[in-house]
C-alpha cells in the first residue's frame, strides 16, 4: 500500500486529508465522525487533532467530532465556497 510507505508517514498527509474531508462536510451541512474501528494509525491521526483541540468527544464510547468552527477560527482562509 502507497500510503504506508515509510517516505510517507508523519508528512502530515492524513491531518490534511482529515481536515480537508471535515470542511467538504461542513460546507455540506454535515459532522466528520470518528469510527468506532480504528487503525492503529487512525487513532493517532486523531489524536493529533485532539491535542490540537480541534475534536470534541461525543458519546461514552469515546468517539469524536471534528471541531471545523475551531479550524476556521484559527485558519479562516480555509472556509470553502462551494456554491449551491
Known sequence: VLFRSKSYQRQGLATLMYETA??????????????????DEAAAAWAALEARGLTETIDEQGRKVFKVEQLLAEHPELELNLGS
Request: charged share 10%; hydrophobic share 45%; no cysteine.
Open 22 to 39: 471535515a470542511l467538504w462536510m461542513h460546507a455540506r451541512g454535515l459532522k466528520f465522525y470518528s469510527s468506532g474501528l480504528q487503525s
